[in-house]
């Protein structure tokens, strides 16, 4: 179907958290058409389009939610044997959700008084999870056993020694700085602006 220049938005890109290419963050070039579909590749011309999804905290997958109706209802669905091998070769691989942790300064750290905490952000969202080193490793190292496109990984150096206002002090510099770096805006709020050692369980 031929759509004039006029009617196109071409050669846009977008960096991720904008829309969503098979339930997944998708990161490229796409096109913008004068009803406000979107996509991917430079134009119309540009290999085999195929439409993006605008992303919305509703519709961005998680690993809670990437049971999607042919992974709940495959039964129902299938009519015959071939449906039933159909749906089932087809059925993507569940994925788990990264876990909260509460973390526990080691002895070590104990004595040099500062520990590193680690936290998830979710993109284009104000859900964060603290969680533990091994599953901020899978993560930020894109493991496959996570959805690791829909968040962003960062650790937080925080100060356990001294005393409580120095402590809340320090930590809220580096929660602040923290924020700007990596465009993680909302860590405060999530730590309920509690900046002492005291929030480590």
């Not at 759509?3 to 997944?24: A, D, R």
């Not at 690791?148 to 150096?157: D, N």
């Not at 860590?187 to 002492?196: I, P």
């Amino acid at each position: 179907m031929y759509i004039p220049k006029s009617k196109i938005q071409s050669n846009l890109f977008t960096n991720g958290g904008e829309y969503l290419l098979n339930g997944v963050d998708y990161t490229g070039k796409y096109y913008l058409l004068y009803n406000g579909k979107a996509y991917t590749g430079i134009d119309q011309y540009d290999g085999t389009p195929e439409l993006l999804v605008k992303y919305t905290p509703q519709n961005a997958l998680t690993a809670n939610d990437r049971v999607t109706d042919d992974l709940v209802f495959p039964f129902e669905r299938a009519n015959s044997t071939e449906d039933y091998s159909s749906i089932t070769s087809t059925v993507a691989p569940l994925v788990q959700a990264p876990l909260q942790y509460f973390s526990n300064p080691s002895p070590n750290e104990i004595s040099i008084g500062e520990m590193i905490r680690y936290f998830l952000k979710r993109f284009n969202d104000q859900r964060f999870v603290e969680v533990n080193e091994e599953t901020y490793n899978s993560i930020n190292n894109k493991d496959k056993k996570y959805a690791w496109e829909l968040w962003i990984p960062f650790e937080v150096p925080w100060v356990i020694k001294g005393s409580e206002d120095e402590v809340a002090k320090s930590n809220k510099k580096i929660v602040y700085y923290t924020e700007e770096r990596y465009k993680v805006r909302g860590l405060a709020k999530f730590l309920k602006s509690n900046f002492t050692y005291k929030i480590i369980m």
